[in-house]
């Protein structure tokens, strides 16, 4: 059964990884890159590496959170509702995919595998633990509250109420197609069509 479990997770994690490079949108490839590493995670919680499989899911769910939240904010496409693509110099790209796919699978099938096995009854998340935090607790209790710091920062920023009224007071988003609705959502009170309007004279 596990490894069944196993076989189809590595399949989603292959799925929604080429989805990352398929869709039009930087959010969804986002969304689609976080599924991607959590697939991975839980296949680590399978192999009985829990520590790992679940600080992967943990890393990878907040920084592509975050990622998406600054796509939204900074992005003049908003949030990717426009088409665009996401691959760029295609012939490299593939070339590069190819090399790195055959790389690591010759270092997986032809690299020795260790032989060490854990003694019964150890608590290795414990000791993994200790060892991780022991000298460098300083170092993750900072990077955690700049963390932190960054994806409140990221959520004030992209607020529609800013400092002096309504963020979108007087603005038009971006047509989905040329010469067709506007994309995202419509300003109230007609700001986009007044702003229009007195560009006209």
């Known amino acids: 059964m596990t490894d069944v479990m196993i076989a189809l997770l590595a399949l989603f994690a292959v799925w929604t990884g080429w989805r990352v490079f398929r869709v039009d949108?930087?959010?969804?490839?986002?969304?689609?890159?976080m599924l991607s590493f959590v697939s991975v995670g839980a296949i680590g919680v399978l192999l009985s590496a829990p520590y790992i499989g679940v600080a992967t899911v943990f890393m990878m769910a907040v920084e592509m959170m975050v990622m998406a939240i600054f796509m939204v904010m900074f992005m003049m496409n908003?949030?990717?509702?426009?088409?665009?693509?996401?691959?760029?110099?295609?012939?490299?790209?593939?070339?590069?995919?190819?090399?790195?796919?055959?790389?690591?699978?010759?270092?997986?099938?032809?690299?020795?595998l260790p032989s060490d096995p854990v003694p019964e009854g150890?608590?290795?998340?414990?000791?993994?633990?200790?060892?991780?935090?022991?000298?460098?607790?300083?170092v993750f209790e900072t990077a955690g509250v700049t963390l932190l710091a960054t994806m409140v920062g990221a959520v004030i920023l992209s607020s529609r109420q800013g400092w002096f009224g309504a963020a979108d007071h007087g603005s038009r988003p971006p047509d989905?197609?040329?010469?067709?609705?506007?994309?995202?959502?419509?300003?109230?009170?007609?700001?986009?069509?007044?702003?229009?309007h007195h560009g006209g004279h």
């Open 25 to 33: 949108s930087m959010v969804r490839a986002s969304f689609a890159l």
């Open 176 to 196: 989905l197609t040329a010469g067709g609705d506007p994309a995202g959502r419509q300003p109230g009170d007609g700001g986009g069509h007044g702003h229009h």
């Open 122 to 138: 150890s608590d290795v998340v414990a000791q993994l633990g200790h060892e991780l935090l022991g000298p460098s607790m300083l």
């Open 78 to 112: 908003p949030a990717g509702l426009n088409p665009m693509v996401m691959v760029h110099q295609h012939r490299l790209s593939i070339a590069a995919g190819v090399l790195a796919f055959v790389g690591l699978s010759a270092a997986i099938l032809l690299s020795p």
